[in-house]
């Protein structure tokens, strides 16, 4: 949005957002600040795998959620998919968390839902999604109650009630489709072989195609060790 606008926008979400900043300061004091980049930085490179057992305790709030709302399936796939990103990429990362995005927000005039979790221990909400209402009062403002930061695993189903009612407040469903498919995305849909697919396309989708896998395998893959 800073760089491009909302030109091809219909929408906003922010969910567990850092914006406005996330950096320290005397309105933001759970923030982080330059020495807490570099502690991160440093934890990544003596056991990067270590921190990450660490990060998802804490994204997912597994003292509270484990076995409950999340299973330990889950909890190793979100940990396998963070083992295999790129090392340079996860170390470089934490610099990112001291930007600025106030003037970004600023430029957005397209409706904006924003939520956050109650208990994110990663962005807490008084830092960050109530700072975040503050500076864009215009957007519609749900807090998910006990939600951690990760709350799309576990509080899915109040994350979806407030994202299908934003979605059907501007993006209605045609007459006669039905009311228990996805509702579409409010950003523009790809592609494919027999032509862009639209807004009427999208719904005229069979209902099997939600519960199908990929059946194929990725092509290539990359692996790289700690």
């Known amino acids: ?14 969910i567990e957002s850092l914006a406005p900043s996330f950096a ?3 309105g933001n004091p759970t923030g982080v600040d330059q020495a807490g980049v570099r502690g991160v930085q440093q934890a990544i490179l003596d056991d ?19 076995g409950k709302r999340v299973s330990e399936e889950t909890v190793r796939a979100i940990w396998d998919a963070g083992a295999d990103a790129s090392v340079y990429a996860t170390w470089a990362c934490p610099p990112g968390w001291l930007d600025d995005f106030a003037a970004d927000i600023e430029g957005i ?9 109650t208990a994110d221990r990663i962005l807490p909400i008084d830092g960050q999604g109530r700072r975040l209402h503050a500076a864009l009062p215009s957007a519609q403002y749900a807090e998910i109650e006990g939600g951690p930061h990760v709350m799309c695993v576990t509080h899915a189903a109040e994350r979806n009630r407030d994202l299908l009612a934003l979605l059907e407040k501007y993006i209605p ?3 006669g489709t039905g009311i228990d498919r996805p509702k579409p995305s409010a ?3 790809s592609g494919g072989p027999s032509g ?7 719904w005229n989708l069979p209902p099997t195609i939600w519960q199908t896998p990929p059946r194929n395998p990725p092509t290539c893959m990359t692996l790289e060790s700690n």
Request: proline share 9%; hydrophobic share 45%.
């Open 24 to 26: 320290k300061s005397a």
């Open 187 to 189: 950003f523009p849909l």
């Open 173 to 175: 469903a045609p007459p």
């Open 109 to 117: 005039d397209v409706p904006t839902l924003i939520l956050h979790g």
């Open 196 to 202: 862009p697919l639209t807004q009427a396309s999208f």
């Open 1 to 14: 949005v800073g760089r491009y606008g909302t030109g091809r926008l219909k929408g906003l979400v922010f």
């Open 48 to 66: 990067r795998f270590a921190w990450l057992t660490g990060l998802v305790a804490d994204f997912l709030n597994l003292d509270d959620y484990l």
